[in-house]
Structure formats: structure tokens, C-alpha cells
């Protein structure tokens, strides 16, 4: 039963081409290459000699066409073969858009990524805000005495002069224990 619905299976997945390629190259060989990009026509070098389509300033020029020549582009590529005078504004338009996806000015127009971002910062800007408040309100409690108490405070700085905290650089080195008094 399981081999009966794997060989189903196998015959209900679409099939998949595989190819080798050649020591030394990079992508399919070029028997290959028309099966991959359809029936749109070769026009350029491409980006490293590839046949790929993208939109990209740094290569204005791919080396394939966007759209296959197929019905209305068809025509159009017949017709543009002549007089191109005879080509209305309209004409000119769908043969450019048959060749290129987006003009340079559409491809170097801004995205609005930039309102994600500040929205994304933001969001974590409020979070933190939360986190801080819900900190002061359940995890800081009341400060203790001897910092709000101004007596315990005294008796805290008579207790560290007393035994002698950290002499050399802290807080007992500006005190003077021969004179019984604070260094000027």
C-alpha cells in the first residue's frame, strides 16, 4: 500500500529537471539556459555573463527581456523593425515595458522603509519606557533609611570613618584621623 501512494505521489509532483554543469562554470549550461528563462529573448552579457533579469543602477541593462514575445509584443517587435516615426507614444511605452520592468527613476525611488524602521524603534523605545516604569513600581522598592534618614546617614559616615573603608582612594582617605576631622 505505501509503495502504490508514493509512486502517486511521485507522479503528482510537478517533474523537476536536473542538470550537471561543467567543471570551472557557474549555473546550468547553456543547452539549459533557454529552458530557465522561457521564451524571453537574449540581449546583452548580463550581470557576470549570466542570463538573469534585475532591475539594478549598477547594471542598467540585462541580458534578457522582461516579458516573452508573445501576442500584442509580438507585433510590436515586427513593427519597431521599420520607421520608428510611425510608432505612436502608446507603442514606444508597452516595448519598453515588454523589455524592463521599471525605469531607472522607478527602480532609485524611495520604498518608505524608513517608517518601519522608526517604527520598529520606537516600539522598542516604548517597551524599554515600560520596562523602567514597571521597574520603579515592583522591583525598586522604598529606598532604606540610612539614604532618606538624615541621622542614620550621620551614624552610617561615623561607622565607615570608624573602620576605616577603603583608606587609599575611598571614602576614609579624605578624612583626617590624626586631627579627628575632615581633609581640606
Not at 522561457?38 to 547594471?59: F, H, L, Q
Not at 522607478?106 to 516604548?126: D, F, H, N, Q, R
Request: glycine fraction near 8%; charge should be positive; proline fraction near 5%.
Amino acid at each position: 500500500m505505501s509503495s502504490l501512494v508514493s509512486r502517486r505521489l511521485l507522479r503528482e509532483l510537478p517533474q523537476v529537471q536536473f542538470c550537471a554543469t561543467r567543471n570551472g562554470s557557474h549555473g546550468p549550461p547553456p543547452p539549459m539556459t533557454k529552458l530557465l528563462i522561457g521564451k524571453r529573448e537574449v540581449v546583452g552579457y548580463g550581470i557576470n555573463g549570466e542570463s538573469n533579469y534585475i532591475d539594478t543602477v549598477m547594471a542598467p541593462f540585462p541580458a534578457i527581456r522582461f516579458k516573452e514575445d508573445v501576442g500584442e509584443i509580438a507585433t510590436l517587435r515586427q513593427k519597431e523593425k521599420g520607421d520608428w516615426k510611425k510608432m505612436t507614444k502608446e507603442e514606444k511605452k508597452v516595448l519598453y515595458r515588454a523589455s524592463f520592468c521599471q525605469t531607472l527613476v522607478e527602480s532609485e525611488a524611495p520604498t518608505g522603509e524608513w517608517k518601519s524602521i522608526i517604527g520598529i524603534v520606537l516600539s522598542g523605545v516604548a517597551v524599554g519606557l515600560l520596562g523602567y516604569l514597571w521597574m520603579n513600581k515592583y522591583v525598586y522598592l522604598e529606598l532604606p533609611e540610612t539614604i532618606t534618614n538624615d541621622e542614620l546617614k550621620k551614624a552610617q559616615i561615623k561607622r565607615m570613618i570608624a573602620l576605616r573603608v577603603n583608606p587609599v582612594e575611598g571614602f576614609a582617605s579624605n578624612y583626617d584621623y590624626e586631627k579627628g576631622r575632615w581633609k581640606e
